[in-house]
T-cell receptor, first 114, second 112 residues
């Protein structure tokens, strides 16, 4: 298996633009997690899905952020409109169960909003 | 507000030294504490601790949890340059959902 795949690996955009980050989980994993990592705040859980259904989105910072999982092999995290403070590395992780000890992280998307 | 605090923020040691990294937490409904190693990419899992006083060990790395004093330590003995990384501590504290809280990490640099 190729592991968790994220695209793009790097994204540079201007403030106000829409940004879409993509994730393909490991086949057979029922849980998918989106994280954001910054120097100031560390790693934060934004949202997670179980069997394509959002279970907990309490970490989503505000309405500008939305996440979808239309099927078991694809998820998106969208920011609209983007702001400079959204600059961070966004990780997607998947796991066969809910425990974070079994999560496999993707390589991350480094987002820079100018 | 739930929180996880790691110390020190950064550490520079020489090869062969022993280091101790600290993680304290203040959460409701604690379930487990985890340690990760993060090099220039995604975090990789090291240990999961759920019970006080039971040491988890893997090679030169070991960790223990104190649920009374609400902290954990990660020890690395005979450090090597390959141990250079950011070490993250995370606490699982489910309330309405499966909630995880990460510390900001300790950056370890091992000098040859």
């Amino acid at each position: 298996d190729a592991g968790v795949i994220q695209s793009p690996r790097h994204e540079v955009t201007e403030m106000g633009q829409e940004v879409t980050l993509r994730c393909k989980p490991i086949s057979g994993h029922d849980y998918l997690f989106w994280y954001r990592q910054t120097m100031m705040r560390g790693l934060e859980l934004l949202i997670y899905f179980n069997n394509n259904v959002p279970i907990d989105d309490s970490g989503m910072p505000e309405d500008r952020f939305s996440a979808k999982m239309p099927n078991a092999s694809f998820s998106t995290l969208k920011i609209q409109p983007s702001e400079p403070r959204d600059s961070a590395v966004y990780f997607c992780a998947s796991s066969p169960g809910p425990g974070i000890d079994t999560q496999y992280f993707g390589p991350g998307t480094r987002l820079t909003v100018l | 507000e739930d929180k996880v605090v790691q110390s020190p923020l950064s550490l520079v040691v020489h090869e062969g030294d022993t280091v101790t990294l600290n993680c304290s937490y203040e959460v409701t409904n604690f379930r487990s504490l985890l340690w990760y190693k993060q090099e220039k990419k995604a975090p990789t899992f090291l240990f999961m601790l759920t019970s006080s006083g039971i040491e988890k060990k893997s090679g030169r790395l070991s960790s223990i949890l104190d649920k009374k004093e609400l902290f954990s330590i990660l020890n690395i003995t005979a450090t090597q340059t390959g141990d250079s990384a950011v070490y993250l501590c995370a606490v699982e504290a489910p309330n309405t959902g499966n909630q995880f809280y990460f510390g900001t990490g300790t950056s370890l640099t091992v000098i040859p």
